[in-house]
């Protein structure tokens, strides 16, 4: 029953912003630990920064400084602000809460110039 919906990607020019937004049905944010991911065709799916219940965060080496994930739990969604983009980051991102749950569609990010 529990969705988590993608949305806020688009196609920017490297050094550019976006705010994607992971909004969940079905089931609270409240008190889960929740994250994001990116997949390139034909690559793993990579870790890219996840936020605790108590807001505590952590990033991934290549993300840090740059992205900053965030939540509003009467919203019951996830953010990921992502600064100063780069070709690299081209991905499609997926956001995932600390329990088994389908994947949901992403949102793809292209950034090239």
């Known amino acids: 029953q529990v969705q988590f919906v993608e949305s806020g990607g688009g196609l920017v020019q490297p050094g550019g912003s976006l705010r994607l937004s992971c909004a969940a049905s079905?089931?609270?944010?409240?008190?889960?630990?929740m994250s994001w991911h990116r997949q390139i065709p034909g690559k793993q799916r990579e870790w890219v920064a996840e936020?605790?219940?108590?807001?505590?965060?952590d990033y991934s080496g290549s993300v840090k400084g740059r992205f900053t994930v965030s939540r509003d739990n009467a919203k019951n969604t996830v953010y990921l602000q992502m600064n100063n983009l780069k070709p690299e980051d081209t991905a499609i991102y997926y956001c995932?809460?600390?329990?088994?749950?389908?994947w949901g569609q992403g949102t793809q990010v292209t950034v090239s110039s």
């Open positions: 995932h809460a600390d329990y088994a749950h389908p």
């Open positions: 079905g089931s609270s944010i409240s008190g889960r630990h």
């Open positions: 936020i605790n219940s108590r807001d505590g965060t």
